[in-house]
């Protein structure tokens, strides 16, 4: 029993010392704090850094409280540290700096019990006799303080994606976002009434064995994009959709680096198919680029791959767009010239082609498909023959084309 009272004096005089402390053990945490972490050498908000203080002045006590009692911290005595964690959260102080300072507060209160027990040889006992307690104390209040952050990052990302999901579809429906959260996720991304931008979408083209796998897609696109935190990205359901501010960017959106990032992400497991629209002058028009984007998605294969806007013909986009009225009205001779050719390997189509990129000029054409003049013109004879047109005849070779386009089952290159 005398071991047991002179043990909890001991406890009872390290508390002592952090509560004589507890003004300004959070003072010298926070100076700590901002000479080695940047972000808190960053913070110039008053009220946060006041927040800081309370923080750390609320563990010192709960600290002392435990060890003033010799008992083990419990989740009630560390459950002033959720409030502070959230707001951490919300004000964008990031979890690795969070927890960073959270352990030099730690350590500062371990410093102070260090100090004193080297003031007297006698104390260094009471020193080790508190370490269970303050060890045990710190890792639940580091774990409490993880989690909380965590659950409060959680929770923002919940309200952004919703924010954003509505802010998105106004655009969509050409509504101008109102005062407050929605407007504020626009100003964000750039987004004004006269900002020229683009829309980039994204689908899986295959089931994702990753419940996490497209948002992680849509962060990847994201820098693909441009800066992140630039841009409005939102996940509907299981599409992506990208829309980028265009006012530094004198042409359309890059696409290279969009093709880059979907090898990687079809190599890891996530194959997308990708559109791009064209740029548009403002976001009245983002209805019609979201279309632009959506349409030329439809023009990939199976495995996926991206497909832009800008990279097409004007010949491309119209066939693309072509309903079933366009194909009832291509004269039927040439819609079964197109059908019969592509099934015994597509020689013929491939020559009309060519000699259509080569501005009519049989011998480049010839050149350039491998095989002697006089047998590209025999083939164009029977393409002439057989379709029931004049390849020199405009008219004529702009319909076949569009039949090639329409009927052959290979739709534009991209």
Known sequence: MTDRRAQVATLTEVAEVLIARRLTLPQAALATMRAEIPGYAAITDEALLDDVVAHVRKGNDALGLSLAGARPATDEDVAFVRPHAARRARLGVSLVDFMHGVRIAHRTMWDTIADWAAGSPGRADGALRAAGLVMEFFNRASTVAAQAYLDAEQLLAVEGDRVRRDLLEDLLAGREPAPGPRLGAATKAGLGPDTPCAVVTAVPVAPLSDEYGLRSAAAHLARAVGEPARL???????????????????????????????????????????????????????????????????????????????????????????????????????????????????????????????????????????????????????????????????????????????????????
Request: net charge positive; glycine share 8%.
């Open 232 to 414: 409005l990205t939102v996940l509907r359901q299981n599409e992506i959709v990208i829309v980028r501010a265009l006012r530094d960017t004198a042409g359309e959106l890059p696409v290279e680096p969009l093709r880059s990032a979907w090898r990687v992400l079809a190599e890891q497991g996530v194959p997308l198919a990708i559109g791009i629209s064209t740029r548009h002058a403002g976001v009245a028009d983002l209805a019609t680029a979201y279309r632009e984007a959506v349409t030329l998605m439809g023009t990939l294969s199976r495995n996926g791959g991206v497909a832009a806007l800008s990279e097409l013909s004007v010949l491309d986009y119209l066939t693309l767009r072509a309903d079933e009225t366009v194909a009832r009205i291509v004269p039927t001779r040439m819609r079964e010239f197109v059908t019969e050719d592509v099934r015994a390997g597509g020689s013929l189509i491939r020559t009309v082609r060519c000699f259509a990129s080569n501005d009519l000029n049989v011998k480049a054409a010839a050149r350039e498909l491998g095989i002697h003049i006089n047998t590209a013109h025999h083939r164009l004879a029977r393409v002439e023959e057989r379709a029931g047109c004049r390849l020199r005849r405009l008219g004529d070779l702009q319909e076949l084309l569009i039949a090639i386009r329409l009927f052959s089952g290979g739709g534009p290159a991209l």
